[in-house]
């Protein structure tokens, strides 16, 4: 795999809280710099910011796009991952009870562009 620099992502969230418990559980991420107000985490070496915010209301939700047959929440974003440990993450994240928008699986199998994905949302997404 190239060597990807590190990205940063601050996000809204409406629960700090529940948020954080998420993202440490989930993906086992470690803590930078927090106040009462917001978290720095780090996603796979990437700062990854929740940022707290009141909790939004139906115009503020997602929208989706067909992708493979597939309705895809939008925005999104994603970790690029080798195999096994997107394997080792899909496991875990079933383990854990995770409700998944779309189940872990292979999209455009065969093809370029061929990859393994999954769609679930944070506990600060769900409505």
Known sequence: ????SPFHLAVPIFDLQ????????C???????ESENW?????????YVLHLRPRPDESDSHSYNMV??????VPHYGVVLDW?????????LKQLGIEFIIEPYVRFEGEVGEQATMFFLDPSEMH
């Open 1 to 4: 795999m190239n060597t990807i």
């Open 18 to 25: 529940e948020a954080r418990e998420f993202y440490l559980n």
């Open 27 to 33: 993906f086992n991420c470690k803590i930078g710099r």
């Open 39 to 47: 978290i720095d985490l780090n996603l796979y070496g990437h700062q």
């Open 68 to 73: 493979d047959g597939k309705s895809v929440p």
């Open 84 to 92: 096994e440990e997107w394997e080792n993450l899909s496991d875990h």
